[in-house]
């Protein structure tokens, strides 16, 4: 069992070159970690807190629009003949459903 076991293992050669495989995977993460930390780039909290409120206001006036325009639509139906799928092809409406957009969950 022993042999077994001491035959499943790493050579010394191939442990080194293990370890410096190690050695230079933490210098890229320690490297790219210093270009992180140093970048004078960063986004200030209040403009990360004015894009969240602009966000919120456009996802807001997208759910009036849509409940609007869904109202809108569905009193037109009522008195339409055909269905309501005939009637969007015939006007030209295209649906967020048709091209798989779903608003953004409220916060």
């Known amino acids: 069992a022993e042999l077994r076991q001491l035959g499943g293992s790493l050579s ?3 442990m ?3 370890a410096q495989a190690l050695r230079q995977d933490c210098a ?8 992180i930390t140093a970048a004078t780039n960063h986004v200030s909290p209040e ?6 409120r ?3 206001l456009y996802c807001r ?9 869904t109202e809108l639509l569905d009193a037109i139906l009522e008195g339409y003949p055909k ?4 009637f969007f092809e015939e006007v030209g409406i295209e649906t ?6 779903a608003l953004p969950a409220a916060p």
């Not at 269905?83 to 005939?86: A, E, H, P």
């Not at 967020?96 to 957009?101: A, C, I, S």
């Open 54 to 56: 602009e966000q919120q």
């Open 28 to 35: 890229a993460y320690a490297e790219r970690l210093q270009r």
């Open 16 to 18: 080194a070159r293990e």
């Open 83 to 86: 269905s309501k799928k005939q």
């Open 47 to 52: 403009e990360k807190e004015q894009v969240c």
């Open 12 to 14: 010394t050669a191939d």
């Open 96 to 101: 967020d459903e048709e091209h798989n957009v």
């Open 61 to 69: 006036e997208w759910r009036r629009r849509k409940r609007m325009a």
